[in-house]
């Protein structure tokens, strides 16, 4: 038998200190991927009021109404009022452009018959940008900053303080 090194055991002193190395993470030559491009048959639009927001969809290839929410928009906004609010911009053209379909959320109703209303004006200005000037005029491109003030600390509501009593 030949003889063997014995080598003495490795102690926390004879250790190497420090954070361990990290592997070498190979990296994989990557194919290109083909992205696909799909045309939308539709021109999108979105508006805002107060916290509603209506996402609309023009479909110029298909004749019909104005569909929110999946539901006709004499169903889903049933008051004249709201109706006329949502259909004043296709009134000032004067043009039927195809189907109109409207997904809204948040708020109540008259903020979103109002947000509907934006997004179907900017809808008809990507239509046709000849008719920006008239719907500009109106005020059917400008969205209506107004929204309800946040409370502050110490205070009932936004600027409501609680009731002062002298003694």
């Known amino acids: 038998m030949t003889p063997t090194k014995k080598t003495a055991p490795k102690t926390p002193a004879t ?16 194919l290109p991927v083909k992205k696909k491009v799909v045309k939308h048959d539709y021109l999108f639009a979105v508006g805002r009021r107060k916290e509603s927001v209506a996402r609309v969809r023009l479909y110029q ?39 109109i379909t409207v997904r809204v959320s948040g708020g109540g109703k008259h ?12 809808v008809l200005e990507k239509y046709n940008p000849e008719l920006r000037s008239q719907l500009k005029k109106a005020g059917f491109l400008k969205r209506d900053p107004r929204v309800k003030e946040r409370k502050k600390y110490g205070l009932k509501k936004a600027r409501r303080a609680p009731q002062w009593a002298k003694r």
Not at 15 to 30: S, Y
């Open 15 to 30: 250790k190497k200190r420090g954070r361990p190395k990290k592997k070498a993470i190979e990296h994989k030559a990557e």
């Open 61 to 99: 290839k298909k004749q019909g109404q104005i569909v929110v929410n999946e539901k006709e928009m004499k169903v889903y906004f049933p008051t004249a009022n709201l109706q006329m609010i949502v259909k004043m911009p296709l009134e000032l053209v004067s043009l039927d452009p195809g189907q």
């Open 111 to 122: 903020g979103q018959a109002e947000s509907v209303r934006l997004g179907i004006a900017r």
